[in-house]
Protein backbone atom coordinates (compact mmCIF):
# COMPACT_ATOMS: atom_id res chain seq x y z
CA UNK A 1 0.00 0.00 0.00
CA UNK A 2 1.32 3.44 -0.43
CA UNK A 3 -0.63 6.60 0.13
CA UNK A 4 -0.14 9.99 -1.43
CA UNK A 5 -0.51 13.80 -0.43
CA UNK A 6 0.46 16.17 -2.45
CA UNK A 7 1.13 20.07 -0.79
CA UNK A 8 2.89 23.12 -2.94
CA UNK A 9 -0.29 24.44 -4.99
CA UNK A 10 -1.39 28.07 -4.73
CA UNK A 11 -2.20 30.88 -6.99
CA UNK A 12 0.32 32.48 -8.77
CA UNK A 13 0.61 35.15 -11.61
CA UNK A 14 1.41 34.11 -15.04
CA UNK A 15 5.32 33.83 -15.52
CA UNK A 16 5.75 32.66 -11.53
CA UNK A 17 6.87 29.67 -9.96
CA UNK A 18 5.24 26.59 -7.81
CA UNK A 19 6.84 23.61 -6.45
CA UNK A 20 4.38 20.88 -5.75
CA UNK A 21 5.62 17.92 -3.48
CA UNK A 22 4.36 14.60 -3.61
CA UNK A 23 5.06 12.88 0.48
CA UNK A 24 4.38 9.20 0.00
CA UNK A 25 3.63 6.32 3.65
CA UNK A 26 4.09 3.45 2.70
CA UNK A 27 7.07 0.57 2.29
CA UNK A 28 6.96 0.60 -1.11
CA UNK A 29 7.55 4.35 -2.52
CA UNK A 30 11.09 3.51 -3.59
CA UNK A 31 9.73 1.16 -6.33
CA UNK A 32 7.15 2.87 -7.53
CA UNK A 33 7.16 4.94 -10.65
CA UNK A 34 5.75 8.51 -10.29
CA UNK A 35 3.26 10.37 -12.10
CA UNK A 36 1.73 13.87 -11.95
CA UNK A 37 -1.22 14.50 -14.14
CA UNK A 38 -3.47 17.35 -14.07
CA UNK A 39 -7.51 17.85 -14.56
CA UNK A 40 -9.47 21.25 -15.29
CA UNK A 41 -12.84 22.00 -15.02
CA UNK A 42 -14.75 20.01 -17.90
CA UNK A 43 -11.49 18.30 -18.94
CA UNK A 44 -10.24 14.68 -19.17
CA UNK A 45 -7.25 13.97 -16.64
CA UNK A 46 -3.94 14.94 -18.59
CA UNK A 47 -0.40 13.46 -18.01
CA UNK A 48 2.36 15.97 -17.18
CA UNK A 49 5.27 14.08 -16.04
CA UNK A 50 6.71 10.78 -14.96
CA UNK A 51 9.83 9.37 -13.07
CA UNK A 52 10.95 6.01 -13.30
CA UNK A 53 11.86 4.02 -9.23
CA UNK A 54 15.77 4.65 -10.00
CA UNK A 55 15.24 8.26 -11.33
CA UNK A 56 17.22 7.02 -14.34
CA UNK A 57 14.39 8.58 -17.23
CA UNK A 58 11.77 10.77 -16.86
CA UNK A 59 8.83 11.68 -19.36
CA UNK A 60 7.24 15.09 -19.59
CA UNK A 61 4.42 15.91 -21.86
CA UNK A 62 4.81 18.28 -24.77
CA UNK A 63 2.99 21.03 -23.07
CA UNK A 64 4.93 21.47 -20.46
CA UNK A 65 8.59 20.40 -21.68
CA UNK A 66 11.05 22.85 -20.65
CA UNK A 67 9.14 24.18 -17.92
CA UNK A 68 7.96 21.30 -15.15
CA UNK A 69 10.82 19.30 -14.19
CA UNK A 70 9.84 16.24 -12.30
CA UNK A 71 12.08 14.72 -9.76
CA UNK A 72 12.10 12.58 -6.12
CA UNK A 73 14.39 11.86 -3.32
CA UNK A 74 13.54 7.87 -2.31
CA UNK A 75 15.06 8.62 1.20
CA UNK A 76 12.38 11.04 1.96
CA UNK A 77 9.90 9.46 -0.04
CA UNK A 78 8.97 12.61 -1.81
CA UNK A 79 8.43 13.73 -5.38
CA UNK A 80 8.22 16.74 -6.80
CA UNK A 81 6.62 18.88 -9.92
CA UNK A 82 9.27 21.80 -10.37
CA UNK A 83 6.99 24.26 -12.25
CA UNK A 84 8.51 27.30 -14.00
CA UNK A 85 6.98 30.01 -16.72
CA UNK A 86 3.45 29.00 -15.43
CA UNK A 87 0.43 30.22 -17.87
CA UNK A 88 -3.53 30.32 -17.14
CA UNK A 89 -3.90 27.25 -18.68
CA UNK A 90 -1.78 24.99 -16.42
CA UNK A 91 -4.87 25.82 -14.16
CA UNK A 92 -6.13 22.81 -12.93
CA UNK A 93 -5.84 20.40 -10.17
CA UNK A 94 -2.80 18.30 -10.32
CA UNK A 95 -2.55 14.70 -8.99
CA UNK A 96 0.34 12.58 -8.15
CA UNK A 97 0.09 8.62 -8.77
CA UNK A 98 2.32 5.75 -7.94
CA UNK A 99 2.61 2.30 -9.12
CA UNK A 100 5.12 -0.36 -8.32
CA UNK A 101 6.90 -0.94 -11.41
CA UNK A 102 9.99 -0.97 -13.78
CA UNK A 103 8.25 1.39 -16.54
CA UNK A 104 7.08 4.48 -16.41
CA UNK A 105 3.39 4.96 -16.95
CA UNK A 106 2.26 7.81 -18.51
CA UNK A 107 -1.44 7.08 -18.54
CA UNK A 108 -3.64 7.35 -15.44
CA UNK A 109 -4.52 3.62 -15.76
CA UNK A 110 -0.80 2.76 -15.20
CA UNK A 111 -1.37 3.70 -11.81
CA UNK A 112 -2.99 2.13 -8.73
CA UNK A 113 -2.16 4.81 -5.63
CA UNK A 114 -3.65 8.38 -6.33
CA UNK A 115 -2.96 11.11 -4.06
CA UNK A 116 -6.35 13.79 -3.21
CA UNK A 117 -4.90 16.11 -6.06
CA UNK A 118 -3.82 20.30 -5.04
CA UNK A 119 -5.12 22.85 -6.83
CA UNK A 120 -3.12 25.09 -9.04
CA UNK A 121 -4.65 28.57 -10.13
CA UNK A 122 -2.67 30.78 -12.62
CA UNK A 123 -4.14 34.46 -13.27
CA UNK A 124 -2.94 36.76 -16.49
Known amino acids: QVQLLESGGGLVQAGGSLRLSCAAS????????VGWFRQAPEKDREFVAA????????YTADSVKGRFIISRVNANNTAYLQMNSLKPEDTAVYFC?????????????????WGQGTQVTVSS
Open 97 to 113: AAQITNAVPTTPGGYTY
Open 26 to 33: GRFFSRCA
Open 51 to 58: IHWSSSST
